[in-house]
Each structure stands twice: as C-alpha cells, then as structure tokens.
C-alpha cells in the first residue's frame, strides 16, 4: 500500500501535473474528433466524469451527437436517476410544507440528491450546469429561513432554468424566496423620505450574477438598483403563507431612476425589477462575465480571449439561451483541442472517482462526511460568490482524497459497494483496469506498483487523475 508520506510527496505535484498538456497542439478538431483522449477530456467536462462503458458508448454514438442530447436533456431517459433520488421526500415538498421538517433532514436530503444524480443521471451536462448555477447563484443555507427555502430554491430556480433562459433564471433568482432571505432583499424597503435602501442584493447582482467586478457599474448604479428593487419581502411571521414572496407597494420606491445609463421612469412600482434585469442582461459586460466564467468551467483559466469572445457573442445573439450559448462553446477550438487540465473540486473528484467505478451507492452519508472534511459540503458556502474554481483552496484537503478512494478500493466506504473483481475482468486486467481509470497509459513505475497489488486506489489518488 502506498504510504501517506509517499501520496502527500506525489500529490504537491498535482497542480504542477495539471499544467502539462498531453494533447499536440499542431492536430486539428477534425482529426481529433473520434480520438478517445479527447471523448475523455470531454466526458470529463460535461460530465462528472466517464463510466467504465462510456468512451466507447459515446464514440460509437459520435461527439457531436452526444453534445447535442445533452444540450437537450428532456430526449434523455432519466429514469434510474430519478429513481435514485425517489425516496428523499423534502425534494419534492411544497415550499409552506418544508417548514415542517427539521434543518438536518433538509440539508441532508437535499445534499445526498445532488451527490446522487451527478453520479447517476444520464443528463450529465444538465447536472453539470446545475452546479455551475448554484455556485454562480450562490446561497448559504445556514442563514434565516434558507434552511429551508433552499431546497425550493434548488428545484424552483436552478434545476427548473439551469438549461434554459438566462433572463428567466436571473428574474427566478431575484425573486426567489431564499435569495430574498440569504442578500437580505426581503428587508430592502424605503418606507420614508429618509430610509435608505439595502443594497446587499444590488451590489451581488451586478458584481457577481451579471457584469461582473470589473463590469464597469459604479457606487451609483447600485444604489438605483437597490432602489428598483424596494418593496419585496417573504413572508416569514404567521405560518399560513409561509415563504411566499410579495411585493409591498408601500415600501417601493418609486420616484425615477437611472441604471447605467438608462432611465426608469417613477411610477414603475414591482416592474421596476422587470426593466433592471432587461438592462443588466443587455449589458455587454454581462455576456463577457459568464463568457468567460462558462470558459474557464469548461475549457480552462487560461482561455483565449477569441474564444471567450465568440461565447459572448452567442450569449448576446441569443438573448442569453443557455443552451445556445454552450453549443457556440462546444464547437471551439480551444475546447475540442484541450491543454491542460483543471484541478478537479472535491464533488467533481468524489463522483468521477465513484462513475469510474461503478459504485453502488445505498446510503451517501459517509460521501457527504468526506465531502465536508474536504470542505465542499453542498450548499454551505458562507459568501456570496461560491465555492472557488482555483485549485489552491483545495490543496489543503489532499490527505482526505487519499482516504476516501483508498477506503472505495478496499470495500470499506460505509454505505458504497463496488465490484472490483468484475471491472478488472471486464477491462482486461489490473493493468487495463488502472489504464481505464487514469484515462492515460501507465508509467513505468505505476505499472511496477501496480503489479505489486497496489491498484486501483493507488490511480484514484494518483496526481494524474486529480486532474481532468
């Protein structure tokens, strides 16, 4: 068995793994298409990661076929995903009933269902965009009544525009319930002369959901937004209606207005927020901010600004399809050719490792308890711009990788079976098994310990496989 010493040793070089290109460069897109490194790299993207039979389900299919099922989730049977999340009851509870369950419940229930549907939905790319959204929406569910509103917020907000409209699902986020709750828009009101706006939520939606830091919006333009948005609130103190979102005309503001550079005229009254989301999606700052973040999830940090470019320009000609946007994306260079590799978060690394394996998950407690000590617990992340893409927050939790694959390996991870005997014979041998899961051919020394018995745990943990 390798040592901790030895693992710790290798995995200081997973970033600097993740920085080596094992693609040529000079080869174009054509060429490459049918070419199993590159099914790899994109099963890696957009989605958790390939089964065993995958590469060759997805080659034999075709790269472009498969990129347009995915693009298009409701052609796509789901039906064993469903079935996994069946019984997690508080999922499909009316948002006045979640009152009635307990945090615990809610948080766990509403976890375990994303951790199962990323490992075994067949709408991979749709499971992928839902986490892309949670964290670019991103809502602590520790705050006030977002313990549980979250679980609405999930079903009604992200997972119901996560392939849709931008536009739609920025509105569904702004009046959302456990938004309104979480950047404290519920009590932004201006009831006299002198009460000054909050503008928590103002601020976030310029700086984080739509233009972005650097978008070019001022102290001002925040301001105004606050001000557009007066006057909507949760209901939260009397159990009939609980949750529901209302708008108060006598809390709204409503002289005249001027957002970036446009007038709102006075008397707007709750359409005051229809005409800010029109003009902060119009905004070319907007398209460039989730270009590039779209970019960085699926390509890499180091995307070329041409590319970014030309997924902008989708976001803008489309008016924000989601979808649309993505498929100008796929068809990149940048992204058919891929360059380095990108440091796999905790949840990607968990479930690509369990989809490699072909786990069967009866209970995800123990999944969850590692995904904390990894520090990626769902929908726990105390600020408002998610959980980070980089890799350097990450390196801190490498001994913990160790643990959980090495304890996946040995048939150890409570509530997690996986037959080893029947995927080293269904792949070839160990060697081919190792082969299968790194996506890559062995290096001398892997293929001296493998031999020594000390697959599969040793891949899992492998630099090489943190990185995708």
């Given at each position: 068995?390798?040592?901790?010493r030895?693992f ?19 080869r174009?897109a054509?060429?490459?298409q ?6 790899r790299?994109v099963?890696?993207?957009?989605a ?6 995958d590469i060759?389900r997805v080659?034999a299919?075709?790269l472009?076929?498969?990129?347009a ?7 796509l049977?789901?039906?064993?995903g ?7 009851e508080?999922?499909?509870?009316p ?6 369950y ?11 269902g ?12 749709f499971?992928?965009?839902?986490d892309?959204w ?12 977002c ?9 009604d ?8 409209s931008?536009?739609?699902l920025?509105?569904?986020s ?7 709750w979480?950047?404290d ?7 006299t002369?002198e009460e000054?706006?909050n503008e928590?939520y103002?601020?976030e939606l ?17 301001m105004?937004?606050a001000?557009c948005l007066?006057g909507?609130t ?5 159990w009939?209606?609980?949750g529901?979102?209302?708008f ?5 503001d409503?002289g005249a ?8 005229p006075?008397e ?12 902060v ?10 270009a ?6 699926f390509?890499?940090?180091?995307t070329?600004g041409?590319?970014?470019?030309v ?5 803008a000609e489309s008016?924000?399809d989601i979808?649309?946007?993505?498929r100008a ?5 940048a ?11 905790p949840?990607?690394y968990l479930?690509?490792?369990?989809r490699?394996?072909?786990?069967e ?10 995904l904390?000590?990894m520090?990626?617990?769902?929908f726990?992340y105390?600020?408002p711009?998610?959980y980070?893409?980089?890799a350097?927050p990450w390196?801190g939790?490498?001994l913990?990788r160790?643990h959980?694959?090495?304890?996946l ?6 509530g997690?079976?996986?037959d ?17 899961l790194l996506g890559?051919?062995?290096?001398l ?6 031999r020594?018995?000390?697959a599969?745990g040793?891949i ?9």
């Open positions: 068995m390798i040592s901790r030895e710790l040793a290798s995995s200081s070089m997973a970033l600097a793994a993740c920085s080596t290109s094992t693609w040529s460069h000079g174009t054509e060429m490459a049918e070419d199993p490194r590159l099914l790299h099963l890696d993207r957009v958790y990661g390939p089964r065993p039979e060759s080659q299919q075709g472009d076929a498969y990129l099922s995915q693009l298009n989730p409701a052609t049977d789901d039906s064993e469903e079935r996994r999340v069946r019984r997690l508080t999922l499909r509870c948002t006045g009933e979640l009152f009635e307990k945090e615990e419940l809610l948080w766990t229930e509403l976890a375990s994303k951790l199962l549907r990323a490992c075994y939905s067949e709408r991979q790319l499971e992928v965009m839902v892309f949670t964290d670019h929406f991103n809502i602590d569910s520790s705050k006030g009544d313990p549980w509103l979250k679980t609405a917020d999930d079903r907000v992200i997972r119901k525009h996560a392939l849709g931008f536009p739609e920025l509105r569904a702004a009046l959302g319930p456990a938004m309104l979480y950047l828009g519920r009590s932004n009101r201006k009831s002369p000054a706006p928590n103002a601020r310029l700086e984080l959901h739509t233009l972005g830091v650097h978008g070019g919006y001022t102290q001002h333009d925040v105004e937004v001000r007066t909507w949760v209901r939260s103190d009397t009939f209606g609980k529901r979102v209302e108060n005309n006598a809390f709204h409503d207005k001027r957002v970036l550079g446009q007038d709102i006075a707007g009254g709750k359409d005051d927020v229809d005409r800010v989301m029109d003009i999606v119009g905004h070319p700052a907007t398209a460039s901010h989730l590039a973040k779209l970019c960085r999830r390509i890499g940090p180091d070329d041409a590319t970014i470019l997924v902008a320009a989708a976001f008016k924000g979808p649309e946007t993505l994306l796929f068809q990149t260079e992204f058919r050719m891929p360059g380095a590799p990108t440091f796999k978060r949840f990607r479930v690509s490792a369990l490699a394996s072909e786990a998950i009866m209970s995800p407690d123990a999944l969850l308890d590692y904390a000590r520090g990626h617990s769902p726990q105390p600020t711009d998610g980070p893409e980089e350097a390196t939790s490498l913990w160790w959980v694959v090495h304890a390996s040995r048939g150890q991870l409570p997690v079976t996986t080893w005997t029947a995927l080293k014979s269904n792949a070839g041998g160990g060697l081919a098994l190792a082969e299968s890559q051919s062995l290096t020394a892997e293929k001296k310990l493998i020594n018995g000390q599969p040793l899992l943990a492998a630099p090489r496989y943190q990185g995708a």
